[in-house]
């Protein structure tokens, strides 16, 4: 079992910044990938960054040059510095790992149960 746990989420006025965090824990071989996801009210989920175990990152076109994902390998955790928030980037923040667990044959994904980040105008 994996279990992710997020935190830093909070209400904050545009143009400020958060830093989101998520750290995973249980019974891990490895984690491969990490990704941040997020859903608003009355919207599908949608997948904000991924950042592969190496350092290789992608972004959602509506928060590139705000957003920075990182990790960190040796803790099982991840970052998300959200900065020049918007009142659009208002959601439940996901954390989502693939990982591989000694009773899993392959990788599996696994979510947290999320943070919320309000932005307001």
């Known amino acids: 079992q994996v279990q992710l746990v997020e935190s830093g989420g909070g209400l904050v006025q545009a143009g400020g910044s958060l830093q989101l965090s998520c750290v995973a824990s249980?019974?891990?071989?490895?984690?491969?990938?990490m990704a941040w996801y997020r859903q608003a009210p009355g919207k599908q989920r949608e997948l904000v960054t991924t950042?592969?175990?190496?350092?290789?990152?992608t972004y959602l076109d509506s928060v590139k040059g705000r957003f920075t994902i990182s990790r960190d390998n040796a803790k099982n955790t991840v970052f998300l510095q959200m900065n020049s928030l918007k009142p659009e980037d208002t959601a439940v923040y996901y954390c989502?790992?693939?990982?591989?667990?000694?009773?899993?044959?392959?990788?599996?994904?696994?979510w947290g149960q999320g943070t919320q980040v309000t932005v307001s105008s």
């Open positions: 989502q790992a693939d990982a591989i667990t000694p009773q899993r044959r392959g990788i599996r994904g696994y």
């Open positions: 950042i592969s175990s190496r350092g290789t990152t």
């Open positions: 249980g019974s891990i071989l490895s984690i491969a990938a």
